[in-house]
Nanobody, 124 residues
Framework: QVQLVESGGGLVQAGGSLKLSCAAS????????MAWFRQAPGLEREFVAT????????YLADSVKGRFTISRDNAKNTLYLQMNSLKPEDTAVYYC?????????????????WGQGTQVTVSS
């Protein structure tokens, strides 16, 4: 059973940076396509970024292109989300998700494994 644990959230001023991490364990982590989603209060969970299981393909939501970068280190079984030039509208709980052999973006309900989430708050 795959387990995902996010870390790195916090409070930051607008224009600042944060780097989220998602530590994966169980299963064959190197075969997992992984993604970041976020959910703000009262809103649906939305796609942020994804990276294919082999690391060759990355996709970013239009709202974060040019500001966020997704990467993975399979040697450390860890997924990252580098967030720069943060805006108040980036405030949300950020979730790590995984699905075996995923290559690209998919709806949230197609991901089999989820972390507990980490809060990111951007003050204006």
């Amino acid at each position: 059973q795959v387990q995902l644990v996010e870390s790195g959230g916090g409070l930051v001023q607008a224009g600042g940076s944060l780097k989220l991490s998602c530590a994966a364990s169980g299963g064959t982590v190197s075969h997992l396509g992984m993604a970041w989603f976020r959910q703000a209060p009262g809103l649906e969970r939305e796609f942020v970024a994804t990276i294919s299981w082999n690391g060759g393909r990355t996709y970013l939501a239009d709202s974060v292109k040019g500001r966020f970068t997704i990467s993975r280190d399979n040697a450390k079984n860890t997924l990252y989300l580098q967030m720069n030039s943060l805006k108040p509208e980036d405030t949300a709980v950020y979730y790590c998700a995984a699905e075996y052999f995923a290559l690209g973006p998919a709806p949230a309900n197609e991901y089999d494994y989820w972390g507990q989430g980490t809060q990111v708050t951007v003050s204006s």
